[in-house]
């Protein structure tokens, strides 16, 4: 099979695998084009409220495949970007389930990811000082973010990797499974994530991202969505609640 990214929604769910096993899920230039597209797509499905990304066995992703880098790196920075952005700009919850090697381009589109869980063994890196390659601004502003501008350069600096727990310690990842139950973790969490308001999903998502010039939109948003009411009377029922808003579709905000 040819290096691609694989997709498929189970109800709310919606899974993209990075498929490249030949070169541990290396990303290809074709791989980046057809990342923002792909999630366009699925973005504008409202039966999906939540995506994973994951790799293809046992790796997640290796980084960018080298060989794209000999013709113009520019460009090949540009793509990675590109996906990155859109990986980062999703409006729905996304969740990166990472084994083995999250190294390079692959920890680019994890930390782009709003949540990242991890099996145990999982090896992290963010290498550019191997290749003297600049890191995108955004991409260096979000691992600070991440982990704070300590760890970030000692990643960006020294490209070591670091496993698992490390990456636990300093909040590049948010759990770490042991071996065997990264598949099972993700599968509850996303089911608890999908029966959440997707208002205030959608809200904290922009807030905790660094918006600044939408408080007002999400007041207005929460006053006619019913939501808030529906809440607190599933609670004082005990009943689990019936939330109805959804995120509005492309151009629609």
Request: charged residues 20%; contains cysteine; hydrophobic residues 45%.
């Amino acid at each position: 099979m040819e290096p691609q990214l694989l997709h498929g929604v189970a109800g709310p769910v919606a899974t993209v695998v990075i498929h490249h096993p030949a070169k541990r899920n290396a990303m290809t230039a074709a791989m980046w084009r057809a990342l923002p597209p792909l999630l366009d797509g699925l973005a504008a499905d409202p039966g999906v409220r939540a995506l994973v990304l994951t790799g293809e066995g046992g790796t997640f992703c290796a980084g960018a495949d080298i060989s794209s880098l000999q013709g113009s790196p520019d460009e090949a920075q540009h793509l990675a970007q590109r996906a990155e952005e859109a990986l980062a700009a999703f409006p729905k919850p996304t969740l990166a389930a990472i084994r083995g090697h999250c190294v390079g381009g692959g920890a680019q589109l994890a930390a782009a990811c709003d949540l990242r869980f991890a099996e145990e063994g999982a090896l992290f890196g963010v290498t550019p000082a191997k290749l003297g390659l600049v890191y995108p601004a955004a991409a260096t502003r979000r691992l600070v973010r991440l982990v704070g501008p300590a760890t970030a350069k000692y990643l960006l600096f020294s490209a070591e990797l670091i496993d698992a727990p490390r990456a636990l310690r300093t909040g590049l990842v948010d759990e770490v499974l042991p071996e065997g139950e990264l598949g099972k973790r993700v599968a509850e969490f996303t089911q608890v994530l999908v029966t959440r308001s997707q208002l205030t999903q959608a809200a904290a998502k922009e807030f905790a991202d660094g918006r600044t010039d939408r408080d007002a939109y999400w007041s207005g948003q929460a006053r006619g969505s019913g939501d808030p009411a529906e809440g607190v009377a599933a609670f004082l029922q005990r009943r689990g609640p019936r939330f109805t808003w959804t995120v509005p579709g492309p151009g629609s905000a």
